[in-house]
């Protein structure tokens, strides 16, 4: 729903502004929050029978027309709201003083919990990061996070980081009336939707970025190299986190909980569930095609090293015929063979060559050089 930058790592402090807004202390320790943004409001829209109404109210009186009516609901999108602004959204739909301090922090497991009348659903955000070549410091895939308040008349939706924008999510399910009719889950199961169509997505890239890397790997000229192949198994560790831990929320809103989706829902959630199934079963599988990869680079490397080391035995072994001969020779005993003959110079010469384009010879045909 939102489109604006941002990198779901960068951390800062709760400050006291938000403490003083929710009654706490203002010398207790803080947690750790993300950049604020002073345009934190996306959007936000009144939807009637899975129509969404003109203009753009504020957050407080489209909740409270949305009360008035039936089958109504609001829906307002947050990307890195500052505290004061996310406590301001929380006096206003009744969100408890957990929820606002979970929604102003980054980095939260995929989870689905209820927190009284509101339940809180947590996705990873991910996002390819377009790059020329894969080096020891490339970044591959961007992530950040997602929640999702959903109450019985109105759902919250918080983004922190740049991937993932919701712009299209709502775009999309506005244009399925039928399903959006079934109140704030609908929004659910498209944001749900949405970030396993990303994982797919990113899956993709991440498939051709592995089959070149793959290529370089056994290519005669090799150019991959052991930085760049832990940079790749990083990035797809970080990918992992995002991913797996999505099935345990899915596999519970698919089923049957006593204060989920309606039952209109379930089997769109199921679907999603079976997306984000093909999604791990990739994401596992690169990640053992990664490790072979990093195995065989390795298994390289030690082949190299090997025969590094017979050609430098191979050519100890010449070296040391010649230091041989010189050395018996330049003993100057008295009585030694050949010192006082006419050609015992030109003979020594030829002698340490002869024997070394024999050892060559022999080291070449045996592989050693």
């Known amino acids: 729903m939102d489109q604006q930058p941002g990198r779901a790592r960068r951390r800062g402090r709760l400050p006291a502004l938000l403490r003083r807004a929710l009654g706490q202390p203002t010398h207790s320790a803080p947690p750790a929050v993300r950049r604020a943004n002073p345009d934190a409001v996306v959007d936000c829209a009144i939807y009637v029978d899975g129509q969404r109404q003109p203009g753009r109210p504020h957050y407080t009186d489209a909740y409270a027309r949305s009360r008035r009516g039936r089958r109504t609901f609001v829906w307002l999108g947050l990307h890195d709201p500052a505290p004061a602004v996310m406590a301001a959204v929380g006096r206003t739909f009744g969100l408890d003083e957990f929820s606002v301090t979970q929604a102003l922090t980054d980095g939260h497991r995929p ?11 947590v996705l990873r955000t991910a996002g390819y990061v377009e790059h020329t070549e894969l080096t020891d410091t490339s970044e591959v895939i961007d992530t950040g996070d997602v929640m999702a308040f959903l109450g019985d008349r109105f759902v919250v939706t918080v983004r922190h980081g740049a991937a993932g924008a919701l712009t299209a999510v709502r775009e ?63 990035e797809i560790v970080e990918f992992k986190r995002a991913v797996l831990p999505a099935q345990a929320p899915l596999r519970a809103l698919a089923g049957q909980p006593a204060d989920g989706p309606p039952a209109a829902l379930r089997r769109w959630f199921a679907d999603v569930e079976s997306d984000l199934t093909r999604a791990v079963d990739r994401v596992s599988t690169y990640d053992d095609l990664l490790n072979s990869i990093l195995q065989s680079r390795l298994a390289q490397l030690a082949v190299d090293q090997n025969n590094d080391m017979r050609k430098i035995a191979a050519w100890a072994a010449i070296a040391a015929t010649q230091t041989a001969v010189a050395g018996i020779y330049g003993m100057n005993f008295t009585h030694m ?13 030829l002698l340490m060559a002869t024997t070394a384009l024999v050892l060559h010879r022999l080291f070449r045909r045996s592989g050693w050089l």
């Open 111 to 121: 989870t689905l919990q209820r927190h009284g009348d509101v339940t809180l659903l």
């Open 172 to 234: 999309d399910i506005q244009r399925r009336p039928a399903v959006l009719a079934e109140g704030p889950w609908a929004v659910a199961y498209a944001v749900c939707a949405r970030m396993v169509e990303l994982y797919l997505e990113v899956a993709g890239h991440v498939e051709t970025d592995l089959e070149r890397l793959e290529e370089t790997v056994f290519a005669r000229e090799r150019s991959a190299d052991i930085p760049q192949i832990y940079q790749l198994k990083r």
């Open 337 to 349: 063979p050949e010192l006082h003959w006419r050609y015992g110079y030109g003979g020594a010469l």
